[in-house]
């Protein structure tokens, strides 16, 4: 165990039994993620890239023979929520509805649970768009399955887990976040097929950093940009006749008579998805130079054609990229409107990227960004 998970362990079990007077059953664990390339990709049934990152989400848990779940979120001020197995409403409180629509969710997939006890504890850094919440609902899953002495496929856990997110949250998100917390693999990205969900190992070599970089900018509310981003695909696919953007081509979209935006949107899915694929072959031959173009590409396509990039993440990327010149790239990670920025290149070189990011910029607020660097770890398990 690293020493982060270390602390984070110690910190989850120690408010459980402070707060529960009583030693938790199983710790769980289930990690962020960051995305190197293929975005909003996911709910066109395209390709993503993803890796699972050392921060993470940790839920003790113990069994409670009365039906009833009783919540500790230590890291909202220790808020706490109180709701039954058999009547399970949603929450005024966002973060409790993660995990009532998660355990609601597991329930409808006709999984027996019992009633629990549970104390949250994270640190993936909120609004930075690394999956803290698909990280908290296959945590939360992973938990109650673990106490009910059940084993679920780690596919099966995401796709609940997704459904939670898509109909009790109300964010109609795609599968790439729950599935990479679930299957993440250590030393790799995986290369996920989002219609098939097939997974292809992509490794990344150690002599390879994953840098990320917060803007500072929080991704606040931003589900509604989001659902519109979906309907515009979906209306997109639809005028070109075919069943996701995954299956249409620049020479339908140059055919389609699609009103400009839709056609911009479709433009941005259609070029990321080759991205992606392609990315996943320059990773693999180590070849950083084309890994960097297609990543530059990414955020371009990103900030004209899909217009989910903000003016800050925007100059935090620009910096990176002329940092890194040819030996590696830069863009903006996850659903955008804020959040965090990826960059590859060769460890050797983090230190000078490093002391470039922070001369070179600040947060909207005037302060040093966040930055991580970040190997590829493994994905959810019960750590005891
Ligand atoms: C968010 C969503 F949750 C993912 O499903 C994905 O669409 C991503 O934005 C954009 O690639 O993280």
Redesign the pocket.
């Known amino acids: 165990m690293t020493q982060v998970d270390k602390d984070l362990h110690h910190r989850v079990t120690a408010a459980f039994e402070q707060h529960f007077g009583q030693q938790p059953a199983h710790v769980i664990r289930a990690p962020g993620r960051v ?1 190197l390339i ?6 066109n049934d395209g390709f ?1 890239l993803p890796c699972a990152i050392g921060p993470s989400t940790m839920v003790a848990i113990s069994g409670r023979n009365d039906g009833q779940v009783h919540v500790l979120a230590t890291d909202f001020d220790d808020a706490t929520d109180l709701f039954d197995l058999k009547d399970i409403r949603s929450s005024a409180h966002g973060w409790a509805n993660y995990v009532r629509g998660m355990v609601d969710a597991v329930q409808k997939a006709e999984f027996e649970l019992q009633g629990a006890n549970l104390a949250i504890a994270g640190n993936i850094p909120k609004g930075a ?1 690394l ?1 803290s ?2 990280s908290l609902e296959v945590a939360v899953g992973q938990a109650m399955l673990a106490l009910s002495g059940t084993d679920i496929d780690r596919t099966k856990l995401a796709q609940i887990a ?1 459904a939670a ?1 898509c109909d009790f949250v109300g ?1 109609k ?6 599935l990479i917390s679930a299957q993440g693999k250590a030393g790799h990205a995986l290369l996920i097929d989002c219609r098939s969900l097939s997974l292809t190992d992509a490794p990344v070599p150690a002599e390879l950093a994953i840098m990320i970089v917060h803007s500072g900018v929080s991704r606040g509310l931003v589900e509604g940009h ?1 659902n519109e981003r979906r309907r515009q695909c979906e209306a997109a696919a639809k005028a070109m006749g075919v069943a996701a953007l995954r299956d249409a081509d620049m020479a339908m979209l140059a055919a389609a008579k699609l009103d400009p935006v839709t056609h911009s949107r479709a433009r941005h899915v259609i070029s990321e998805n080759q991205r992606t694929v392609e990315a996943a072959s320059a990773l693999e031959k180590g070849d950083l130079q084309r890994l960097g173009t297609l990543m530059a590409e990414s955020h371009q396509s990103m900030r004209d054609d899909f217009e989910i990039t903000v003016p800050a993440i925007d100059r935090l990327v620009d910096v990176l990229q002329k940092a890194i010149g040819n030996e590696g790239g830069a863009r903006m990670t ?3 409107f804020g959040g965090a920025c990826v960059a590859v290149m060769p460890a050797s070189r983090i230190p000078d990227v490093r002391a470039a990011v922070e001369r070179g910029y600040q947060t909207p607020e005037g302060a040093k960004p966040m930055i991580m660097v970040e190997t590829a770890g493994p994905g959810v398990r019960v750590m005891d």
């Open positions: 995305n293929g975005e909003h990709t996911d709910y993503v768009g999956s919440s698909a997704q997110e964010t998100c795609g599968i790439m976040d729950q989001y996850g659903g955008g």
